[in-house]
């Protein structure tokens, strides 16, 4: 028995290791492109050296934290994220079959009115980034506003630069938090979708179909753990340009609570908390302005994973009189 449980542990490493391989490949790819498309463009000629200096500026990949960040990015890739792609899988299959079988014993079962497959996979996927994403919003909402929940999810903030490593600096309980959100909302979304579509969809479907709507998720939250400071107006809402995500990581506290979601910016806009830097407005990253560089209290590994537990404790002891 615990031989297969090792196995699948196996199993799902290496799949998880090419499935997340692409977004990180993709950003090494974009990220020296858009430097060498924006050099062409303002200087009509492109420098290798000057375009890699910019796109992987020194100062952002040197330093202890930079060390802490390359480090945990390692644990979290080879460790952690397996372990979220299994709890995927299982809670995945167990949504599709229960959340199929919950619907058509409330409202019976519905004719079907899709048929052709692309329109079927289509809708499913709406659904799932639909549903996925608005938990999501309340979840990361939630993690800012209640007290022992940012004692967690200030990890992610404590960073200073958005690089390579950005997107993993996330406390391991927030990381099971969030990817719990993502193994329900992106399989009840599609399972939702297939039942209005009168489909009896199997598990393999509905997971598919999430594991992709999750890989946009992913890769918008990727490029926005970048600098590249790129917008795309309105179309942000349903698309977002790093620049959403960017902002939200400012080190002042009138950014701090805006722009939760970075999958569909459009529950920002209908809660209220969406916001789009002006032009040319400036910021720095991090936690507060004076929790920044020496101050930063996540400077090492035992900091980054046991410091929020004593500000969790903080939190949540009875206060003395
Ligand atoms: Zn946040
Ligand atoms: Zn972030």
């Given at each position: 028995?615990?031989?297969?449980?090792?196995?699948?542990?196996?199993?799902?490493?290496?799949?998880?290791?090419k499935?997340?391989?692409?977004?990180?490949i993709?950003?090494?790819?974009?990220?020296?492109?858009?430097?060498?498309?924006?050099?062409?463009?303002?200087?009509?000629?492109?420098?290798?050296?000057?375009?890699?200096?910019?796109?992987?500026?020194?100062?952002?990949y040197?330093?202890?934290?930079?060390?802490?960040?390359?480090?945990?990015?390692?644990?979290?890739?080879?460790?952690?994220?397996?372990?979220?792609?299994?709890?995927?899988?299982?809670?995945?299959t167990?949504?599709?079959?229960?959340?199929?079988?919950?619907?058509?014993?409330?409202?019976?079962?519905?004719?079907?009115?899709?048929?052709?497959?692309?329109?079927?996979?289509?809708?499913?996927?709406?659904?799932?980034?639909?549903?996925?994403?608005?938990?999501?919003?309340?979840?990361?909402?939630?993690?800012?506003?209640?007290?022992?929940?940012?004692?967690?999810?200030?990890?992610?903030?404590?960073?200073?630069?958005?690089?390579?490593?950005?997107?993993?600096r996330?406390?391991?309980?927030?990381?099971?938090?969030?990817?719990?959100?993502?193994?329900?909302?992106?399989?009840?979304?599609?399972?939702?979708?297939?039942?209005?579509?009168?489909?009896?969809?199997?598990?393999?479907?509905?997971?598919?179909?999430?594991?992709?709507?999750?890989?946009?998720?992913?890769?918008?939250?990727?490029?926005g753990?970048?600098?590249?400071?790129?917008?795309?107006?309105?179309?942000?809402?349903?698309?977002?340009?790093?620049?959403?995500?960017?902002i939200?990581?400012?080190?002042?506290?009138?950014?701090?609570?805006?722009?939760?979601?970075?999958?569909?910016?459009?529950?920002?806009?209908?809660?209220?908390?969406?916001?789009m830097?002006?032009?040319?407005?400036?910021?720095?990253?991090?936690?507060?302005?004076?929790?920044?560089?020496?101050?930063?209290?996540?400077?090492?590994?035992?900091?980054?994973y046991?410091?929020?537990?004593?500000?969790?404790?903080?939190?949540?002891?009875?206060?003395?009189?």
């Open positions: 028995m615990s031989n297969s449980i090792w196995q699948s542990f196996l199993h799902a490493q290496a799949g998880t290791i499935f997340l391989a692409v977004p990180s993709a950003f090494l790819i974009i990220l020296p492109l858009y430097f060498a498309i924006k050099s062409l463009l303002n200087n009509g000629r492109i420098s290798l050296s000057t375009v890699l200096g910019q796109a992987f500026p020194k100062y952002m040197s330093g202890p934290q930079a060390r802490t960040d390359a480090v945990n990015w390692v644990l979290n890739y080879v460790v952690i994220s397996p372990l979220r792609v299994l709890a995927f899988l299982l809670i995945g167990w949504i599709t079959i229960d959340v199929g079988a919950t619907l058509t014993g409330w409202f019976g079962p519905r004719p079907q009115v899709v048929h052709a497959l692309w329109a079927i996979a289509l809708f499913q996927y709406i659904g799932a980034t639909l549903v996925a994403s608005f938990f999501d919003y309340w979840v990361h909402r939630a993690t800012h506003q209640v007290p022992w929940l940012w004692s967690f999810h200030r990890t992610h903030h404590s960073v200073e630069h958005l690089n390579f490593f950005a997107l993993a996330v406390h391991p309980i927030e990381h099971f938090l969030f990817f719990g959100v993502a193994a329900i909302g992106f399989p009840l979304g599609s399972q939702i979708a297939s039942y209005l579509c009168g489909v009896n969809a199997s598990p393999v479907n509905v997971i598919v179909i999430s594991l992709v709507a999750y890989a946009r998720l992913i890769s918008f939250d990727r490029l753990h970048s600098h590249i400071p790129l917008s795309f107006g309105w179309l942000n809402l349903i698309i977002p340009g790093p620049a959403v995500h960017q939200h990581h400012s080190a002042e506290l009138r950014h701090r609570d805006t722009n939760f979601s970075q999958n569909l910016p459009f529950w920002d806009f209908v809660f209220g908390t969406y916001y830097p002006k032009k040319g407005e400036t910021w720095r990253c991090g936690l507060t302005e004076d929790e920044l560089g020496e101050n930063n209290p996540h400077q090492t590994m035992r900091q980054l046991f410091e929020p537990f004593v500000h969790f404790w903080s939190q949540i002891r009875p206060a003395r009189r």
